[in-house]
């Protein structure tokens, strides 16, 4: 079985066929079992490349992104040709969350946690409420008759922490995230960061997140993408480059940087 959850190769990113090329990416692998996080400024292509990737919308222009799925190798470019298969693959393969928190209003916290899984038609029976306790304790949402609450009775950091227990009670291969730390605090998003490590550790599966907190990725990615202006405007407005890849070593450190906070630095010059 291939060690990469996704291949790259050759990819430009648009959102028409005569459209601006927005984002050009030569060759990428991005690793199963590992957190990946992707950094860029506003604009750069950060939450294009998540949606190719995630089947979230057709941005790929040219070239390849193969996914290694547990079904096998699925090339994410011809997909689209068939649209109940892009609706199945990311029902069985993928989950999401996102800087907002797209909770149902008129569904119960419970109800809202669990619509994932009923649609996957994978919850098992008995008490749903021991089944989420840990990620419930984890985050910091049990007690207090949560689970029987409407969403509009939450504050803001409830509900997206609540969004994201809704990602992780189904069965994925790949969680994507788009700024799911945007609306917590720094605790709190370092709270969900180590819970995303500890998900994909045990249920060996994988993880891309878009993220703006330089200091939070260091601390908690296994690997990082930065997303800076491309240098020939021909190919794509923003690109990967191969030196703007960063990989954590078995030993726990970043290969190439003596520690984490020349890391920080470095990617914080060419943001």
Known sequence: MPEDVFVIEGLKCSYSSNGKQILYIRDLTIPKGRMTVILGRSGSGKSTLLEALGLMNNTIGRGAVNYFSPGGAIDLARVWKKHRKVAAIRR????FIFQDDYLMPHYTC???????GLIQQKIPAGNTTLMLSHPLQFLNLSGNGLLKQMPGQLA?????????IRAVSKDFDVLFGDEPTGNLDYTNSGNLFDFIREIIHERKCSAVIVSHNVELTVEKADKILVLTPSPDKTEALFTLQPDHIFDRNPHNRWENFNNSQDLTQYIKSIL
């Open 110 to 116: 419970s109800e809202n946690m669990l619509i994932t």
């Open 92 to 95: 069985d393969y993928f989950s």
């Open 156 to 164: 803001g950091g409830q509900k997206q922490r609540l969004s994201f």
